[in-house]
């Protein structure tokens, strides 16, 4: 039996009429940059959250940026995040020319851990990590908060500021890159609506210097068939990591913790002799990916030096098991039994 970490095929067969009609709109339209189907996505994402502003966006890399740039960072300044993350964290902070900050994590949640955060007199801004889909915990601070939350789409947990991926193996995804950027805030929307389009308003007219940060309208048009199934499948996602709790239970796997508006973007467990359980479920077609190897402070263009001891055990432990929401229990079991085998 093979069991995939993601099924993209599965989505789309379940919803290929309805994704099949929403191209060919678009394709008949002729109008493929901020067409219609942006704005009204940007809306029924904007009403899905009770948010004031959605901005569609190219990336969920590009949202980081956007949201970086629209809260005024720039060189000089550091931004605190988190040492497990994607490299897109840090990389949107070093692409303005700030400095990105790293702190260790809460060996219990994977997340930025709120105690003893590297705050400087020249701290920016804050970007946690709502890793794997739990929505990270709380930060008291004064300072600008811009949640990473590219992993967790549809919590209900998600702060003032929040840049989403809709990169295509998310919970909802598009069919190439798209990302967003929600808010209450009318100035920094504004502001990143501003920066997506070279700075142009109107046409031609350039008031800053901005970038391509536009999100295309045939990938708007994919989310908008998928946006009424994200509820549904993320209620499988839980399932199916509840599911895993009842399976794995016995075994010496440490098994993440449920908490509100966790949407389980993946199911990452902590394994004794990871590496080497990974090759086993590899040899029974299950699977398995490592989120991360390196954290970001171990990184070539960040690495000096900086020891952060519960990201560094994490990235020697983590393995993320299949979790998506077109599993059967069958392949649970499966993919239980086989690591009940390697133990």
Not at 52 to 64: F, R, T, V
Not at 77 to 96: C, N, P
Not at 218 to 240: D, F, G, T, V
Not at 314 to 333: I, K, N
Request: overall charge negative.
């Amino acid at each position: 039996m093979k069991v995939a970490l993601a099924d993209l095929s599965a989505q789309y067969g379940e919803l290929a009429a309805e994704i099949d009609t929403a191209v060919r709109r678009v394709l008949a339209s002729g109008h493929y940059i901020l067409g219609e189907d942006v704005g009204a996505f940007e809306q029924e994402m904007a009403r899905d959250a009770g948010r004031a502003h959605a901005i569609g966006l190219s990336s969920g890399s590009d949202a980081l940026l956007a949201g970086l740039w629209a809260l005024g960072v720039g060189p000089g300044d550091e931004v605190v995040t988190s040492a497990l993350s994607f490299f897109a964290t840090a990389g949107a902070i070093a692409r303005l020319g700030a400095t990105p900050v790293f702190s260790d994590i809460d060996p219990a949640t994977f997340d930025l851990d709120p105690d003893g955060l590297p705050i400087t007199l020249r701290t920016k801004a804050i970007v946690p990590i709502h890793l794997f889909g739990r929505p990270a915990d709380r930060i008291a601070t004064e300072l600008p908060i811009l949640e990473d939350a590219a992993q967790a789409v549809g919590s209900t947990k998600l702060g003032p500021l929040v840049a989403l991926s809709f990169f295509p193996s998310k919970n909802l995804g598009a069919a190439g890159d798209a990302g967003m950027l929600m808010t209450d805030d009318y100035e920094l929307a504004d502001r990143v609506r501003l920066y997506r389009a070279h700075g142009a308003r109107p046409k031609y007219e350039h008031h800053v210097i901005g970038a391509n940060l536009r999100m295309d309208t045939l990938q708007a048009a994919i989310l908008r068939a998928k946006r009424p199934h994200l509820a549904r499948w993320n209620a499988r996602r839980r399932a199916n990591a509840l599911r895993y709790h009842e399976l794995l239970a016995a075994t010496p796997l440490v098994l993440p913790a449920d908490a509100p508006g966790h949407v389980w973007h993946q199911f990452v467990v902590r394994a004794p002799k990871r590496d080497e359980l990974r090759s086993f479920l590899r040899q029974r077609e299950i699977e398995t990916e490592v989120y991360y190897p390196k954290p970001l402070h171990q990184q070539t263009p960040f690495a000096r030096g900086q020891s952060l001891p519960h990201a560094e055990q994490a990235c020697r432990e983590v393995l993320a098991l299949p979790v998506h929401p077109h599993l059967d229990d069958s392949q649970l079991e499966y993919v239980a039994d086989a690591i009940r085998a390697f133990y």
